[in-house]
């Protein structure tokens, strides 16, 4: 399977979301990335009915986190929960939902920034530096294998794409955790896991502001 077949493109985040509504999300993503849990209406106070609609919906369908106070803390892969996934940006430190998350990211923003994973198999800590949006392409870098499950525009983003897209220190421990020949997805470079992660982010890279 190679990456012409992945699955994973601009519309993975986008689950129908209209231009309005990725603008809340945008500013969802603002106050995350500064480590803020806002409510909707306190996110998008222009029009606070849209906003507690779209957090709801996107929140029912595994793609965003809200509190039992109402306050979103987790969007687009941006979260405030401790995850295993972390993106170190000048004095920012923010964690994602999978390590795809954190090399998409700041590729799609353009950022200098340090992606930091560990390898599901061995435990590895993994670290990826990015300059510009761009990954270093030094060994280990290069050796890196992302694991992109296939992914559809609807349904449970979070349990069924970033609970699996894993960035493994090898090929051969890519290989120990997920059958290839059968599993659903497609292994990348971390290189190209950021030219998809470009995509993925597009809209909202130009709205949302990084500290
Ligand atoms: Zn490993
Ligand atoms: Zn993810």
């Known amino acids: 399977m190679g990456q012409q077949g992945c699955g994973v493109g601009r519309g993975l985040l986008q689950a129908g979301l209209s231009v309005a509504e990725t603008a809340v999300v945008a500013a969802g993503i603002d106050a995350l990335w500064r480590g803020r849990s ?22 029912a369908a595994g793609r965003a986190e809200v509190d039992d106070a109402g306050r979103v803390f987790g969007v ?8 295993r996934h972390t993106i170190f940006h ?6 994602t939902w999978c390590a795809f998350d954190s090399i998409g990211i700041p590729a799609a923003f353009g950022l200098d920034a340090t992606a930091a994973t560990d390898c599901p198999t061995c435990g590895r800590g993994l670290t990826v530096a990015i ?5 270093e392409q ?10 992109l499950p296939e992914a559809a525009a609807t349904g449970d983003l979070m349990g069924k794409f970033c609970a699996n897209a894993d960035i493994y220190c090898s090929r051969a421990h ?13 292994v990348l470079t971390v290189a190209d896991a950021a030219r998809v992660g470009r995509e993925v982010w597009a809209d ?3 709205l949302a502001e990084v500290p």
């Open 38 to 59: 806002l409510s909707p209406r306190e996110i998008w106070p222009q029009d606070p009915v849209v906003a507690e609609e779209v957090f709801a919906s996107l929140a």
């Open 90 to 95: 000048g004095d920012v430190k923010v964690h």
């Open 204 to 206: 909202v890279a130009g």
């Open 131 to 135: 300059s510009g949006g761009v990954p």
């Open 174 to 186: 890519l290989e120990q955790r997920i059958d290839t020949a059968t599993a659903a997805g497609s």
């Open 138 to 147: 030094s060994v280990p870098a290069g050796e890196l294998a992302q694991w």
């Open 76 to 83: 687009h892969g941006f979260t405030l929960s401790h995850t």
